[in-house]
Each structure stands twice: as structure tokens, then as C-alpha cells.
Nanobody, 128 residues
Framework: QLQLVESGGGLVQPGGSLRLSCAAS????????IGWFRQAPGKEREGVSC????????NYADSVKGRFTISRDNAKNTVYLHMNSLKTADTAVYYC?????????????????????WGQGTQVTVSS
């Protein structure tokens, strides 16, 4: 079974940056669409970004466009979420997810129901 592990979360001041990593063990991520999601206290889990298996297609939630960048390094079996200009509203637990069947397009790849495999999450806290 595919296992995903997120890392890179932490405490950062508003305007700061973090890079989250999503690494897989035992199986290659090459053929999986990867999504990043986040869940703030008392709120539903929401899609943040996704990237296709080839890396040729990406998509972002409106709330993070222009600030976050998703990328993948298949040689390292890792997907990254680069987060810049962080806001207090970005505070949440961030999860990565993977799926073989879905794709990352304008219409697909942003729903939690599209992904079969999930990591345990990493906490991101933006606070002064």
C-alpha cells in the first residue's frame, strides 16, 4: 500500500515562507496525481493545489494563487508545496494525497473524494 509522509510544517510569521514535502515509501509516485489539502480547526478539508503525474498540469485554489507553487521531483519520489507570503488564514494541517485514476485539471483533482491515499498531515501555523 502506498504510504505518504508530509514534512516541512512549522511556525512562521506572516509574510514568511515554508516548503512542504510529500514523500512516498515502497512505491513510486511517478504515475500518481498528487493533491495538497488543508484543514483548519472547525472547518472542512479543502483542496489547495494538485499536480498531474507528468508534472505538466497544475491547479491552485483561488486563495493561494500567486503565493503557492506545487512541484514534483520524481527522481526523489517527492512532491513539494512552496508557500510564500503566508497569511494567518493559511494556518491549518496540510495533507498530501495521491491517486492513480484522477487527473489534475481545472475540473478535477481538487476534491477529497478523488484520492485514495493520504498522509498523516503536517501543521502549519502562521502567527506573529
Amino acid at each position: 500500500q502506498l504510504q505518504l509522509v508530509e514534512s516541512g510544517g512549522g511556525l512562521v510569521q506572516p509574510g514568511g515562507s515554508l516548503r512542504l514535502s510529500c514523500a512516498a515509501s515502497r512505491f513510486t509516485l511517478d504515475y500518481y496525481t498528487i493533491g495538497w489539502f488543508r484543514q483548519a480547526p472547525g472547518k472542512e478539508r479543502e483542496g489547495v493545489s494538485c499536480i498531474s503525474s507528468s508534472g505538466g498540469s497544475t491547479n491552485y485554489a483561488d486563495s493561494v494563487k500567486g503565493r503557492f507553487t506545487i512541484s514534483r521531483d520524481n527522481a526523489k519520489n517527492t512532491v513539494y508545496l512552496h508557500m510564500n507570503s503566508l497569511k494567518t488564514a493559511d494556518t491549518a494541517v496540510y495533507y498530501c494525497a495521491a491517486d492513480l485514476k484522477t487527473d489534475c485539471t481545472y475540473y478535477t483533482g481538487s476534491s477529497i473524494y478523488e484520492y485514495d491515499y493520504w498522509g498523516q498531515g503536517t501543521q502549519v501555523t502562521v502567527s506573529s
